[in-house]
């Protein structure tokens, strides 16, 4: 069965954006959000994240304190998107004092995951990008890029580090903007323990196809998370999973069962004006929905596997067809 978490930063936002600076909900305090997952099945972990996460200077009394509520830390993320002094970049920046504290967070994070017992620590390269024609010198990006991994990477080979590639926002255009990208650099650095973070969403956005994506990364060992949303392919509002692209979604999901992934399905959703509990609680169930779909397709995998390998589109979808809508 998968691992489902929670991020505490999603579900407790008060969803702020340019339109409406307030947001449209007050935020729910840490201790109300644990009160409230743990009354949900399903949900065994949180996504928390450095700086800025509650308690997260105190990572024995965080753990203590998600023990009490029968949960711990799945994955935990180097926030380094939120403030104005990285809005030329990160592990790209020209400036190298810059480069220099982003490294210092995102090893310090690592540090922490060891402590907090993670998964993977989470590295969203935000502002490495650019806007306009004739903005960046692309070789020094990249070897900015390259280095900077390669360093973080040496901190602690026992720790996953998770990439995650986004085509654009907030800039323009991402340096890592697919998952073709992300592999080319995983595979020009030295490090072995940097992967990646497949963001269903994001694989939509970048008009790929998500159960390649996650095959490729799986056939190398560099898949170490998966968040689930969705969108209609022209932009990351993070919508609810599962609402939107649904053949895709169940392709994704039955190729994870062909994989041994031992991650988590980070929930990676936002709520900005639909009930953000019952949004939560119906994701969970989306992805258990999808789970048991894909499951039953497994049964017949020799069948389905067969006809992948002879491009039988039209038997397939009768089959599936079959098993998932005829009682």
Not at 23 to 29: A, R, S, V
Not at 210 to 227: F, G, M, T, V
Request: with cysteine.
């Amino acid at each position: 069965m998968l691992k489902i978490n929670a991020c505490v930063g999603i579900m407790g936002a008060t969803y702020n954006e340019r339109y409406v600076p307030g947001g449209y909900f007050d935020q729910i305090e840490f201790e109300k959000i644990l009160e409230i997952v743990s009354e949900i099945d399903d949900v065994s972990g949180y996504f928390v994240y450095y700086p800025g996460h509650p308690l997260i200077d105190d990572p024995e009394k965080l753990k203590r304190k998600l023990a009490d509520y029968n949960s711990k830390v799945s994955d935990i993320g180097a926030e380094t998107w939120a403030d104005r002094k990285w809005k030329y970049g990160t592990l790209t920046a020209k400036d190298k004092n810059i480069r220099k504290e982003a490294i210092k967070i995102i090893k310090h994070t690592m540090d922490l995951a060891v402590e907090l017992d993670a998964h993977s620590v989470l590295v969203w390269p935000a502002h490495d990008g650019v806007d306009y024609a004739f903005q960046a010198d692309f070789n020094s990006a990249w070897d900015y890029l390259i280095e900077s991994l390669e360093e973080i990477g040496e901190h602690n080979s026992e720790v996953k580090v998770a990439i995650e590639y986004k085509q654009k926002d907030p800039r323009a255009k991402s340096y890592i903007e697919d998952m073709a990208k992300l592999m080319f650099i995983i595979k020009s650095i030295k490090a072995d323990n940097i992967g990646a973070a497949l963001d269903l969403g994001h694989s939509f956005f970048a008009a790929e196809r998500p159960a390649e994506s996650l095959a490729l990364l799986d056939r190398h060992n560099k898949l170490y998370q998966i968040h689930l949303n969705d969108n209609y392919r022209d932009a990351d509002p993070d919508l609810l999973f599962g609402a939107i692209n649904f053949w895709e979604t169940l392709e994704f999901f039955y190729w994870l069962t062909k994989i041994e992934y031992d991650g988590w399905m980070h929930t990676d959703f936002v709520s900005p004006r639909d009930d953000r509990i019952k949004m939560f609680k119906l994701a969970v169930k989306l992805i258990r929905d999808y789970e048991k779909m894909a499951e039953k397709l497994k049964k017949h995998s020799n069948i389905i596997d067969g006809n992948l390998k002879g491009h039988n589109f039209v038997d397939n979808m009768a089959l599936i067809r079959e098993l998932l809508f005829e009682k």
